[in-house]
């Protein structure tokens, strides 16, 4: 059986209530919703009430009106398609002013979400200057919202304490505008790190914008993992175990050479090709619950040194809910941000199922 890719629908679906009981919130869905698929993950959310959704990309957010009719649906990057975004009824993001400027006719008559620029320094509006410019021209306008998305949330180590300042910087405009007048439908700023760490939504704030936490991995190391369930599991299995004498290499490029007689190595199916992380490859998977070390990892099959415990047909577990085995448990080792670990799986070569 080769390399699988498995989701316990039933945990995704138990895990995303549990952070939507505290605040309602808009479930990002990018990147085919964090590569858990975004038909899937779409209709998980909308079972327990989601009804507002952000993506990056207008093919992404007209597939998501197609699945949900009723729904809110945020398009963060700028787009040039207005008669698509108007067909199916998604609301765009005023990402600069320039952006505002050169399409202000064709973006009259479509709902409208207002960008303040974090210290990110990705997209946005600049300023409560330039915000005033757009809001200049409301009565012509829908807006619907504003929102900005913190750059420093997840990462507190840095110079300074960038995380703060930007929030800071954020709520005093935002209350300025409130003071001035300004009423705005959705307010948003959150994504799951800065979530966790206000322990809920901000004042004023419409919503939490919640992007990996929804998919099963802690933003941050130092919350318990049962606040978040993973749902994945990655597994695959041992094709044949070979012995080697001492000294002997295995692998390309003499990767590993045996340092005991005998050494047996198990020969399993899965590797680079299906998206495994080199950095990955520095940690142990698990056979019948034991940890083996990973020697080699090739493009379908990794080197495992396994003992007489190891038969063929044995499966192999790179990822799973258990504690050593979590997304989250090798983000904190450095093997790579949760959703780079997440989107790097490839869904064209491992057996994807959702239990
Ligand atoms: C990806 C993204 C999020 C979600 O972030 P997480 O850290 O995955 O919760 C929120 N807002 C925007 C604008 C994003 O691009």
Not at 82 to 99: M, P, V
Not at 247 to 275: C, E, M, N, R, W
Not at 313 to 328: T, W
Not at 337 to 350: D, E, H, M, R
Request: hydrophobic share 35%; with cysteine.
């Amino acid at each position: 059986m080769p390399g699988r890719w498995t989701v316990d629908s039933q945990v995704f679906q138990e895990n995303a209530e549990k952070l939507v009981q505290k605040a309602d919130c808009f479930a990002v869905v990018k990147n085919n919703a964090y590569n858990f698929g975004l038909d899937f993950a779409v209709d998980q959310f909308l079972q327990i009430g989601i009804q507002h959704f952000v993506t990056t990309s207008l093919h992404e957010a007209i597939a998501v009106r197609k699945r949900a009719p009723q729904a809110t649906i945020l398009l963060t990057n700028p787009t040039r398609e207005f008669d698509l975004a108007r067909k199916y009824h998604i609301q765009l993001t005023l990402t600069s002013l320039d952006y505002f400027y050169t399409f202000k006719d064709q973006l009259e008559d479509l709902p409208l979400q207002l960008e303040y620029e974090s210290h990110l320094h990705r997209s946005g509006l600049k300023n409560r200057e330039e915000i005033d410019q757009v809001l200049a021209h409301r009565n012509k306008l829908d807006i619907q919202g504003i929102w900005t998305h913190f750059g420093y949330a997840d990462d507190l180590d840095g110079p300074g304490d960038e995380y703060s300042k930007e929030r800071e910087e954020w709520l005093d405009l935002l209350e300025d505008l409130l003071d001035d007048g300004y009423q705005f439908h959705y307010i948003h700023a959150q994504n799951s790190a800065s979530f966790f760490r206000e322990g809920g939504l901000l004042p004023h704030h419409t919503h939490s914008r919640l992007g990996i936490a929804l998919y099963g991995a802690k933003p941050y190391d130092d919350l318990a993992n049962d606040r978040i369930d993973q749902s994945l599991t990655v597994s695959a299995s041992v094709v044949q175990v070979r012995q080697l004498n001492q000294g002997q290499y295995a692998g390309y490029s003499f990767k590993y050479q045996a340092s005991h007689q005998p050494t047996q190595l198990a020969i399993v199916d899965i590797g680079y090709g299906d998206g495994l992380l080199q950095a990955r490859a520095d940690y142990p998977c698990q056979i019948r619950g034991k940890d083996y070390p990973i020697v080699g990892l090739m493009m379908s099959h990794l080197l495992v040194e396994v003992d007489d415990q190891v038969q063929i047909g044995d499966r192999v577990y790179l990822y799973s809910p258990d504690p050593n085995l979590r997304i989250d448990y090798f983000t904190h080792k450095g093997v790579g941000a949760n959703s780079q670990q997440l989107s790097a799986l490839n869904l064209n070569s491992l057996i994807k199922e959702y239990d």
